[in-house]
């Protein structure tokens, strides 16, 4: 009976597969749901509408304004894409490029024309009239705008509003009505208060006027003191979005008008689309292969579950329309990284148990219960940092944090409850002999600690080298590190050739040209669709750069000047942006920390862990000064997976350092157990390293150059964070500990914790005992 079950539950979990791969590759129905094709993919990996807007008016907005446009511009974009970027042109124009769209218009109609927004009050100090109904049933300003700004009847702008949002509100009868919810600013609060006041004591209307027109005129119910308001009335809830996002936009510094649109096409290309997947398909290979001769029969589970996992992240980011870009990939990279690392802990502590002469049923369930713990903890770590970022951060940050969010809840599901049903299934079919899941061995400790000055110094070392490198760049002229058009910006050339070129013969022919003129190979492509516009990024030319390339494009292309343009732009990552970022990682890993000391109740393990992640962010930050890798938005993206990979490795070592503490005997050497902790872990700590590192390696052998610079860090962090669990961390809490000694409760929490282990285990040799006495 339990065979058959087996048998049955083995072909729907196959058919489940099965059925993944197939929406994966095909889709489901006409439109082929579902299917990889259907991903939405950045602007990096298939292009998207590009947006110039220009100062309106006469005078030319200060630098600060312009900053301040670009950054609110950025986060009202992000409803589109989280990859969506904004960045200056020249002194008065802004351009905004929204990833995945081919519909100029469309986007132009849904932004809205970003202008001045005012709350006019219905009189001026007389009793005149500001605006009344006219003719057309329609309200109309009865003198001008400017006067009505000047004699201050203009109450409040755009700028005073913090946010608009449209939603549901139930009224006195308990009736859901369509509102929009108003947040002013702490000086728009108490201009609201002074202006709902006086308007609710005439009997008033406080108009809504924006882009030469009322939008809303809302009656005035009650003074309104609290800096938050509703306006009811609307028709519909897409009446009400449409309210509060002209709202939104209103709050601009400056009014802007559109100055041109175009759909252009990816900075990468298809090839780089190809390559990643070849890649992504070889090191899935390379993994699966690699799990199944470490690990044997587990390893086919494992490799099964990953499928699935792979299959489930797919329809995930169809479903929730996940933009994905470069970071987007770091973050899946992760992702799947954990899914193995989870696996490999649980197959380890399985092993462990098969030495101490357990059934291979009582060391399944073993392993897993002894597992959870670890894994629980490293996956909350990483989903911590994941949260923080994404509400936190902006543009690619967040891009980052959705897909790593994702990946971490799918690859904890099949890590947890996928695999254990394949290990379930295997062993109901008659799989039980112990050969097939490996019987651990018991390594001699190796002595990390003892050696912990020798690798303080290598570390010391390394760091060291970067800054002094960064030192050495910057004296030479050349930067500390070589920033990317993304953090710098550049200049922009606009170049209509007679004919139209590929991406790849543009990257063979055109592209060597500008990196003749720069002397720099950080050099961006994107065409226009429609004709034979190519934009070039690059850094920023002077004047007889631009002479010199424009006769060089003349000299090999036949392109005249007349064809050329070239403005400087601002970059992409805005100062908002890096700002958000900081503060976003400063906040995860506070909360990281916190959450390390609550579950480990040791604030030790918490400032070990903090301080193992700033070594690996230093260290990954020498690679990029030694070898002059591009620093640019996938840079974020990268120390961001590091942290989130080496965070959940050093919480494995400390999840043993604190099962073997409970354990602890009274004359064992503090020393020796740090130690002996890191030994049981070593191979989890190499294997996860490894499997993670064939997933990059491959994009890195197979991928465009762009690909490349963005994979070779991420391999540096990989072996850095494997380095910083094994020897840094556990050093480093064990110096702690000896610097800040628990106190006089020591002794008897060891005494208190081991007799609860005790406890533990004898209930659990005494469920093992009822176990085998019914399996059949």
Same mark, same amino acid.
């Given at each position: 009976?339990?065979?058959?079950?087996?048998?049955?539950?083995?072909?729907?979990?196959?058919?489940?597969?099965?059925?993944?791969?197939?929406? $994966?590759?095909?889709?489901?129905?006409?439109?082929?749901?579902?299917?990889?094709?259907?991903?939405? *993919?950045?602007?990096?990996?298939?292009?998207?509408?590009?947006?110039?807007?220009?100062?309106?008016?006469?005078?030319?907005?200060?630098?600060?304004?312009?900053?301040?446009?670009?950054?609110?511009?950025?986060?009202?974009?992000?409803?589109?894409?989280?990859?969506?970027?904004?960045?200056?042109?020249?002194?008065?124009?802004?351009?905004?490029?929204?990833?995945?769209?081919? +519909?100029?218009?469309?986007?132009?109609?849904?932004?809205?024309?970003?202008?001045?927004?005012?709350?006019?009050?219905?009189?001026?100090?007389?009793?005149?009239?500001?605006?009344? @109904?006219?003719?057309?049933?329609?309200?109309?300003?009865?003198?001008? /705008?400017?006067?009505?700004?000047?004699?201050? +009847?203009?109450?409040?702008?755009?700028?005073?509003?913090?946010?608009?949002?449209?939603?549901?509100?139930?009224?006195?009868?308990?009736?859901?009505?369509?509102?929009?919810?108003?947040?002013?600013?702490?000086?728009?609060?108490?201009?609201?208060?002074?202006?709902?006041?006086?308007?609710?004591?005439?009997? &008033?209307?406080?108009?809504?006027?924006?882009?030469?027109?009322?939008?809303?005129?809302?009656?005035?119910?009650?003074?309104?003191?609290?800096?938050?308001?509703?306006?009811?009335?609307?028709?519909?809830?897409?009446?009400?979005?449409?309210?509060?996002?002209?709202?939104?936009?209103?709050?601009?510094?400056?009014?802007?008008?559109?100055?041109?649109?175009?759909?252009?096409?990816?900075?990468?290309?298809?090839?780089?689309?190809?390559?990643?997947?070849?890649?992504?398909?070889?090191?899935?290979?390379?993994?699966?292969?690699?799990?199944?001769?470490?690990?044997?029969?587990?390893?086919?589970?494992?490799?099964?579950?990953? @499928?699935?996992?792979?299959?489930?992240?797919?329809?995930? /980011?169809?479903?929730?329309?996940?933009?994905?870009?470069?970071?987007?990939?770091?973050?899946?990279?992760?992702?799947?990284?954990?899914?193995?690392?989870?696996?490999?802990?649980?197959?380890?502590?399985?092993? &462990?148990?098969?030495?101490?002469?357990?059934?291979?049923?009582?060391?399944?369930?073993?392993?897993?219960?002894?597992?959870?713990?670890?894994?629980?903890?490293?996956?909350?770590?990483?989903?911590?940092?994941?949260?923080?970022?994404?509400?936190?951060?902006?543009?690619?940050?967040?891009?980052?944090?959705?897909? *790593?969010?994702?990946?971490?809840?799918?690859?904890?599901?099949?890590?947890?409850?996928?695999?254990?049903?394949?290990?379930?299934?295997?062993?109901? *079919?008659?799989?039980?002999?112990?050969?097939?899941?490996?019987?651990?061995?018991?390594?001699?400790?190796?002595?990390?600690?003892?050696?912990?000055?020798?690798?303080?110094?290598?570390?010391?070392?390394?760091?060291?080298?970067?800054?002094?490198?960064?030192?050495?760049?910057?004296?030479?002229?050349?930067?500390?590190?070589?920033?990317? /058009?993304?953090?710098?910006?550049?200049?922009?050339?606009?170049?209509?050739?007679?004919?139209?070129?590929?991406?790849?013969?543009?990257?063979?022919?055109?592209?060597?040209?500008?990196?003749?003129?720069?002397?720099? $190979?950080?050099?961006?492509?994107?065409?226009?669709?429609?004709?034979?516009?190519?934009?070039?990024?690059?850094?920023?030319?002077?004047?007889?750069?631009?002479?010199?390339?424009?006769?060089?494009?003349?000299?090999?292309?036949?392109?005249? &000047?007349?064809?050329?343009?070239?403005?400087?732009?601002?970059?992409?990552?805005?100062?908002?942006?890096?700002?958000?970022?900081?503060?976003?990682?400063?906040?995860?890993?506070? @909360?990281?920390?916190?959450?390390?000391?609550?579950?480990?109740?040791?604030?030790?393990?918490?400032?070990?862990? #903090?301080?193992?992640?700033?070594?690996?962010?230093?260290?990954?930050?020498? #690679?990029?000064?030694?070898?002059?890798?591009?620093?640019?938005?996938?840079?974020?993206?990268?120390?961001?997976?590091?942290?989130?990979?080496?965070?959940?490795?050093?919480?494995?070592?400390? +999840?043993?350092?604190?099962?073997?503490?409970?354990?602890?005997?009274?004359?064992?050497?503090?020393?020796?157990?740090?130690?002996?902790?890191?030994? +049981?872990? /070593?191979?989890?700590?190499?294997?996860?390293?490894?499997?993670?590192?064939?997933?990059?390696?491959?994009?890195?052998? @197979?991928?465009?150059?762009?690909?490349?610079?963005?994979?070779?860090?991420?391999?540096?962090?990989?072996?850095?964070?494997?380095?910083?669990?094994?020897?840094?961390?556990?050093?480093?809490?064990?110096?702690?500990?000896?610097?800040?000694?628990?106190?006089?409760?020591?002794?008897?929490?060891?005494?208190?914790?081991?007799?609860?282990?005790?406890?533990?285990?004898?209930?659990?040799?005494?469920?093992?005992?009822?176990?085998?006495?019914?399996?059949?």
């Amino acid at each position: 009976m339990k065979k058959r079950n087996a048998v049955i539950g083995l072909i729907v979990l196959l058919a489940l597969l099965c059925g993944l791969i197939y929406t $994966a590759v095909f889709g489901i129905g006409s439109e082929k749901s579902g299917a990889m094709s259907n991903i939405r *993919l950045g602007l990096d990996l298939a292009g998207g509408v590009s947006i110039t807007y220009q100062a309106a008016g006469d005078e030319k907005p200060s630098g600060e304004d312009m900053d301040d446009t670009v950054y609110k511009l950025q986060r009202r974009v992000e409803q589109y894409s989280t990859e969506a970027q904004v960045y200056r042109e020249g002194d008065d124009r802004i351009n905004i490029e929204i990833p995945g769209v081919t +519909d100029a218009n469309a986007i132009l109609q849904a932004l809205g024309r970003p202008g001045s927004l005012y709350f006019i009050r219905q009189t001026d100090d007389s009793g005149n009239a500001n605006y009344q @109904l006219d003719s057309s049933y329609q309200y109309a300003l009865t003198r001008s /705008l400017k006067d009505i700004i000047k004699t201050g +009847d203009a109450v409040l702008q755009g700028t005073d509003v913090a946010n608009a949002q449209a939603g549901y509100q139930s009224d006195n009868m308990n009736n859901k009505q369509i509102v929009v919810e108003l947040t002013f600013t702490d000086e728009g609060k108490k201009k609201f208060a002074k202006a709902t006041q006086r308007a609710f004591e005439k009997g &008033e209307t406080i108009g809504i006027y924006y882009d030469g027109q009322f939008i809303s005129v809302p009656r005035v119910q009650q003074a309104i003191t609290g800096g938050q308001a509703v306006i009811t009335g609307e028709s519909t809830i897409e009446d009400a979005k449409n309210l509060a996002s002209t709202i939104r936009i209103g709050g601009l510094k400056v009014e802007l008008k559109e100055l041109r649109s175009n759909v252009v096409g990816a900075q990468l290309g298809q090839e780089a689309i190809s390559t990643s997947l070849k890649a992504g398909v070889i090191g899935m290979a390379m993994v699966i292969v690699f799990m199944i001769a470490v690990y044997l029969l587990p390893g086919i589970a494992a490799s099964l579950a990953l @499928l699935i996992y792979t299959g489930l992240m797919v329809l995930v /980011l169809n479903g929730f329309n996940v933009t994905l870009t470069l970071p987007g990939i770091a973050g899946i990279l992760l992702s799947i990284g954990m899914a193995v690392d989870a696996n490999v802990i649980v197959f380890a502590r399985i092993r &462990e148990e098969l030495a101490a002469n357990k059934s291979v049923r009582a060391a399944i369930d073993a392993g897993y219960n002894k597992a959870l713990s670890a894994i629980i903890d490293g996956n909350v770590t990483t989903l911590i940092a994941a949260a923080v970022l994404g509400l936190l951060g902006s543009g690619s940050v967040r891009g980052f944090a959705q897909t *790593l969010a994702i990946g971490i809840l799918l690859s904890m599901f099949t890590a947890l409850f996928v695999t254990k049903w394949f290990m379930n299934i295997f062993y109901a *079919l008659g799989l039980r002999d112990k050969k097939f899941y490996g019987v651990g061995k018991k390594r001699k400790t190796i002595a990390f600690v003892e050696k912990r000055k020798i690798f303080f110094a290598i570390s010391l070392l390394c760091i060291v080298t970067g800054w002094v490198t960064m030192g050495a760049n910057h004296a030479r002229g050349i930067g500390a590190l070589n920033y990317s /058009l993304d953090f710098v910006g550049g200049t922009s050339t606009n170049v209509t050739f007679d004919k139209d070129y590929s991406l790849k013969e543009l990257d063979e022919q055109v592209v060597p040209v500008f990196e003749g003129v720069t002397g720099d $190979a950080n050099v961006q492509v994107q065409k226009v669709a429609g004709g034979n516009s190519v934009i070039f990024k690059t850094r920023t030319l002077n004047v007889s750069e631009r002479e010199d390339l424009n006769k060089k494009l003349e000299s090999s292309f036949g392109v005249s &000047e007349d064809k050329i343009t070239a403005e400087t732009i601002s970059s992409t990552v805005s100062g908002e942006m890096k700002k958000d970022a900081l503060e976003a990682v400063i906040v995860a890993l506070a @909360l990281m920390l916190l959450y390390i000391w609550f579950r480990f109740k040791d604030m030790r393990f918490g400032a070990s862990a #903090v301080l193992a992640l700033a070594h690996d962010v230093l260290v990954v930050l020498t #690679v990029y000064a030694v070898l002059r890798i591009s620093v640019g938005s996938t840079f974020i993206a990268c120390m961001l997976t590091i942290v989130g990979y080496s965070i959940n490795a050093t919480i494995v070592i400390f +999840d043993r350092i604190r099962e073997n503490l409970a354990v602890r005997r009274k004359d064992q050497d503090l020393m020796e157990l740090v130690d002996r902790s890191i030994t +049981d872990t /070593l191979s989890r700590s190499i294997f996860t390293s490894l499997t993670t590192f064939f997933m990059v390696f491959a994009l890195f052998i @197979l991928g465009v150059s762009s690909i490349r610079e963005f994979a070779l860090p991420i391999m540096a962090g990989i072996i850095c964070g494997t380095y910083s669990s094994v020897c840094i961390t556990g050093a480093l809490w064990f110096v702690l500990r000896q610097r800040f000694k628990p106190g006089h409760d020591d002794s008897g929490r060891y005494q208190a914790q081991k007799a609860a282990a005790e406890r533990k285990q004898r209930k659990a040799d005494r469920e093992k005992k009822i176990r085998e006495k019914t399996v059949v």
